[in-house]
């Protein structure tokens, strides 16, 4: 799915008004019923509901919701915020319709009003501003949501939480953005809801078609993407019948050290587990015994060293190599990070965490890295690489300027992980949990995504694809238990669920 900010938005809402064609204010009802069939689904039969409506089509699609609740709730209360000036003439319209309805009490808020009783058994529905906003909320608007958020009711949000912008918020009071429980959002997402610093006004987020049209949704370009199952599914190569281990691509993992051997065995499991013919594991001498029990199906290649990684193995028998899982950063190491990068060699790869503090620490290999390399580092190691940011939003522009700037992919791991992409684009992934904040998650991915180039998919697809089977692994581990217990290899035992899942989508 395409994300687009809230001024292309405007166009797509702008463009299916005269193309489809549909008069504005009945979008506005198409998009309100979207509301309240959400609403009634949610909500008990007598709950008590105060509308916030803004002077914007936002306030509009709330006071079109606040009449079609009407006739199926009565304890409906609207209160309209009088900045001074005129309702858009979508909203005028469905107050003059709210009005003639005659079934709920209306009232307005202006500077002088005391602020209307909100009792924390209620629904506050926040239509005070959508997409429309241009600039932070002060004076009236800003005593309002911080009046909402104070009360401790249950929050639905209309298409973004009032305050809150469709991109950067790094301007913005916190406290004059309203802490939704629920947002109802129209057709997208919108950005912001994917930055961690913003969780706590979007609360969970449900998205709502309303039919925006096809052509213009086609036609307006942007770099940013939700990779969802039908952009998932679209990627999965078939086997062919034909198909043997020869061809199904030989991955090199070199991964583990004294006391992190796991690590080598959760990616090794993540890798085989992704459909690769053939995986070969580089592991320090006391390994051995712990790779070839624990997972006989990997091959076993032993460095010189009893206890980390020193010298890579002859690299021309592998299509794709992965490092890092568990390496540690010892110099002798990073020495041998450092003759095997100047090989020169041309073979996909994936670098995860010590790989990438070492690579942190020596920024002058970014040039040696061969073209589709995959780096896939969580936040901390985000900043090392590059430097501490106050923000998500900051994160993300740079990690697009990084994925540009060194030709990479760019896996930035979390919720939402975003995945910027040397051509620009970033896709933003749509499947995990918080069960998967547990060690050897990431180790797992490294793995998938290793097991993925070797058979030959772009770095690109492996890392739009892998982090989307990654997360979808994880959900469906989650559904038989519970994200507290997940473990790291509870992800690997349900990647086979999660390949024929997305196939049967
Ligand atoms: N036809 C459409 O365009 C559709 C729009 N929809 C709704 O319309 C919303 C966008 O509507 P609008 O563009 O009218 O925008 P808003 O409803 O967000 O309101 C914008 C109004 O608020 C004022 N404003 C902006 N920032 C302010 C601030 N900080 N303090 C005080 N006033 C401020 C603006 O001057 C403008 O009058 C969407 O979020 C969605 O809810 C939906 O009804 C679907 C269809
Ligand atoms: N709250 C969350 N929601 C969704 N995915 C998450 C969440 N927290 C972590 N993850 C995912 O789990 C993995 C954690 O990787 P990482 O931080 O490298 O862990 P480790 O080093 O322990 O293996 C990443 O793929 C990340 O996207
Ligand atoms: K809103």
């Given at each position: 799915m395409k994300l687009f900010a809230t001024s292309q938005i405007a166009g797509i809402d702008k463009y299916t008004i005269e193309h489809e064609p549909i008069s504005d204010i009945d979008l506005m009802e198409r998009a309100a019923s979207t509301l309240v069939d959400w609403i009634l689904h949610h909500a008990e039969p007598d709950q008590h509901m105060v509308f916030f409506v803004g002077p914007g089509n936002n306030g509009g699609d709330a006071l079109a919701a606040a009449r079609m609740l009407a006739w199926a709730l009565s304890g409906i209360e609207v209160y309209i915020l009088d900045l001074g000036k005129e309702m858009s003439d979508s909203a005028n319209s469905n107050l003059e319709r709210l009005q003639q309805q005659n079934r709920t009490r209306i009232s307005y808020i202006d500077a002088d009003s005391p602020m209307p009783e909100i009792k924390s058994t209620d629904w506050v529905i926040d239509g005070?501003?959508?997409?429309?906003?241009?600039?932070p909320l002060k004076g009236l608007p800003a005593k309002v949501v911080k009046h909402i958020n104070a009360s401790g009711a249950t929050v639905v949000a209309i298409d973004?939480?009032?305050?809150?912008?469709?991109?950067?918020?790094?301007?913005?009071?916190?406290?004059?953005i309203i802490r939704a429980d629920v947002t109802l959002t129209f057709q997208f997402p919108k950005?912001?809801?994917?930055?961690?610093?913003?969780d706590p006004f979007t609360g969970s987020w449900v998205v709502q078609d309303i039919g925006l049209h096809p052509d213009a949704i086609e036609k307006t370009e942007t770099p940013f993407f939700y990779t969802d199952h039908q952009v998932a599914r679209k990627l999965l190569k078939d086997r062919r019948t034909f198909a043997h281990k020869g061809n199904l691509g030989h991955a090199l993992l070199i991964a583990g050290s004294y006391g992190k051997m796991g690590a080598a065995v959760l990616a090794s499991r993540g890798c085989l587990r992704s459909g690769v013919g053939l995986l070969t594991t580089h592991v320090p001498r006391l390994g051995y015994s712990i790779l070839q029990n624990s997972i006989p199906e990997a091959m076993a290649s032993i460095d010189q060293s009893d206890l980390m990684f020193t010298q890579n193995p002859?690299?021309?028998?592998?299509n794709a190599i992965g490092i890092g899982p568990?390496?540690?950063?010892k110099c002798n190491t990073g020495r041998g990070v450092q003759r095997m990068l100047e090989e020169e060699l041309k073979k996909p790869m994936v670098i995860d965490a010590d790989g990438l503090n070492l690579l942190a620490r020596n920024p002058e290999w970014l040039k040696l890295l061969p073209p589709e390399t995959i780096l896939t580092p969580h936040p901390g190691e985000f900043a090392r690489l590059t430097h501490p940011v106050e923000c998500g939003y900051e994160r993300l522009q740079l990690a697009i300027d990084f994925a540009k700037d060194n030709g990479v992919v760019l896996v930035?791991?979390?919720?939402?992980t975003a995945i910027a992409c040397p051509d620009g684009t970033c896709w933003f992934n749509s499947t995990g949990n918080?069960?998967?904040?547990?060690?050897?998650s990431g180790d797992v991915l490294t793995g998938i995504l290793l097991g993925l180039l070797a058979q030959g998919y772009a770095a690109k697809d492996a890392a739009i694809l892998g982090v989307f089977l990654h997360g979808m692994a994880a959900d469906l581990a989650v559904e038989e238990s519970s994200q507290e217990a997940l473990l790291a290899g509870d992800i690997t035992q349900h990647l086979g669920l999660a390949f024929a899942t997305l196939k049967d989508s």
């Open positions: 005070l501003f959508g997409s429309g906003l241009s600039r973004i939480p009032s305050g809150l912008m469709g991109e950067d918020n790094r301007e913005n009071d916190r406290d004059a950005i912001s809801f994917l930055l961690p610093e913003n002859d690299l021309a028998p592998f568990g390496l540690d950063t930035l791991k979390g919720a939402y918080p069960g998967m904040a547990t060690a050897g």
